[in-house]
């Protein structure tokens, strides 16, 4: 048995990373249920990936989307999956170690006490906790995965780096589980609901339910905050994910437009040409040669364990 991270009896224990990996998958099935005498982040840079994990003897799922991710506690029972689309999915594994500090003297006790998001991520009873990353997580988790590549995963640099990535994990806990305002709490809960569900068909009438209140008052609360409809809103968000993929990845422009959730070539194209100006083909050939591909954004495989 492991040391939960949420567990206050084991919080005088500091972190280590000891394993890593950056898979890219289609179809994939792990079909064996495992768990881990460590926590496990699963982030999913682009497509798609379904946990499924029990706690008490029920079995549950988890379905990730493009920047969500799951911290899944220590010897958790879990499998997982992707569909037919590619998914590139990054594996970070952490052990807390007993007793230990690391060089900066720091201990996870210390830094929930530095950190109130921290405190309020790791006071909940969670054995499973999925988020959706505002921009940070994937930052560090970057910076980690060149550090491990380099073998420079030992000395200050990498336990501040530890210390980053569980603040930037409890500014999207904070963000996305505590709202405050009537009107914000119902627009985080539709931008939530579109963030986990634009990759599909949704209309703008589910998201209104989903957020419990009318369309024609949510689509007030979006044109005050984002200048935008609800409708309007899901293309943006869309044609984002769609430009980040064209820009990182080498995925065929046929399967792109269904990974971000349209049903059409044409009504991407027409999306797109609005935001950026040309098509999807030509926004691809203006890159070529313009943009130095980086190591962690290849399709490849990368796995790394590291000496605990």
Same mark, same amino acid.
């Given at each position: 048995?492991?040391?939960?991270?949420?567990?206050?009896?084991?919080?005088?224990?500091?972190?280590?990373?000891?394993?890593?990996?950056?898979?890219?998958?289609?179809?994939? %099935?792990?079909?064996? !249920?495992?768990?881990? &005498?460590?926590?496990?982040?699963?982030?999913?840079?682009?497509?798609?990936?379904?946990?499924?994990?029990?706690?008490?003897?029920?079995?549950?799922?988890?379905?990730?989307?493009?920047?969500?991710?799951?911290?899944?506690?220590?010897?958790?029972?879990?499998?997982?999956?992707?569909?037919? #689309?590619?998914?590139?999915?990054?594996?970070?594994?952490?052990?807390? /170690?007993? &007793? !230990?500090?690391?060089?900066?003297?720091? =201990?996870?006790?210390?830094?929930?006490? #530095?950190?109130?998001?921290?405190?309020?991520?790791?006071?909940?009873?969670?054995?499973?906790? +999925?988020?959706?990353? $505002?921009?940070?997580?994937? !930052?560090?988790?970057?910076?980690?995965?060149? %550090?491990?590549?380099?073998?420079?995963?030992?000395?200050?640099?990498?336990?501040?780096?530890? %210390?980053?990535?569980?603040? $930037?994990?409890?500014?999207?806990?904070?963000?996305?589980?505590?709202?405050?305002?009537?009107?914000?709490?119902?627009?985080? +809960? !539709?931008?939530?609901?579109?963030?986990?569900?634009?990759?599909?068909?949704?209309? #703008?009438?589910? /998201?209104?339910?989903?957020?419990?209140?009318?369309?024609?008052?949510?689509?007030?609360?979006?044109?005050?905050?984002?200048?935008?409809?609800?409708? $309007?809103?899901?293309?943006?968000?869309?044609?984002?994910?769609?430009?980040?993929?064209?820009?990182?990845? &080498?995925?065929?422009?046929?399967?792109?437009?269904?990974?971000?959730?349209?049903?059409?070539?044409?009504?991407?194209?027409?999306?797109?040409?609005?935001?950026?100006?040309? $098509?999807?083909?030509?926004?691809?050939?203006?890159? +070529?040669? =313009?943009?130095?591909?980086?190591?962690?954004? +290849?399709?490849?495989?990368?796995? %790394?364990?590291?000496?605990?």
């Amino acid at each position: 048995m492991g040391l939960s991270f949420f567990d206050k009896r084991n919080w005088n224990a500091w972190m280590r990373v000891t394993y890593y990996a950056t898979n890219t998958w289609k179809n994939y %099935c792990l079909d064996y !249920a495992h768990s881990h &005498d460590r926590l496990e982040l699963v982030y999913v840079y682009y497509g798609e990936l379904t946990i499924r994990y029990c706690v008490d003897g029920q079995w549950k799922d988890l379905t990730l989307y493009s920047n969500d991710y799951a911290l899944l506690d220590v010897d958790i029972l879990h499998t997982m999956h992707t569909g037919s #689309c590619i998914s590139q999915v990054f594996s970070v594994e952490i052990r807390l /170690i007993p &007793d !230990a500090v690391s060089e900066l003297q720091f =201990t996870l006790k210390h830094l929930i006490q #530095c950190d109130e998001a921290v405190g309020e991520l790791f006071a909940q009873p969670h054995t499973a906790v +999925k988020l959706s990353d $505002a921009g940070h997580v994937i !930052a560090v988790i970057r910076e980690l995965q060149q %550090c491990m590549e380099r073998s420079e995963h030992i000395g200050n640099y990498f336990d501040q780096l530890i %210390c980053l990535l569980f603040t $930037a994990i409890g500014n999207d806990y904070h963000r996305q589980r505590y709202p405050h305002k009537p009107g914000i709490r119902h627009l985080r +809960k !539709a931008t939530d609901y579109i963030s986990s569900n634009f990759h599909r068909e949704i209309g #703008c009438r589910e /998201i209104a339910a989903q957020a419990g209140v009318s369309l024609n008052y949510l689509n007030k609360l979006f044109t005050e905050q984002f200048g935008m409809t609800v409708n $309007a809103y899901v293309n943006y968000l869309r044609i984002q994910e769609a430009g980040q993929l064209i820009e990182r990845t &080498d995925i065929p422009l046929t399967e792109i437009y269904r990974q971000v959730g349209y049903k059409t070539n044409q009504n991407f194209n027409k999306q797109f040409i609005k935001q950026h100006g040309l $098509a999807p083909s030509a926004y691809r050939r203006r890159l +070529k040669g =313009t943009q130095q591909e980086k190591n962690f954004e +290849k399709n490849n495989n990368f796995v %790394c364990e590291l000496p605990e």
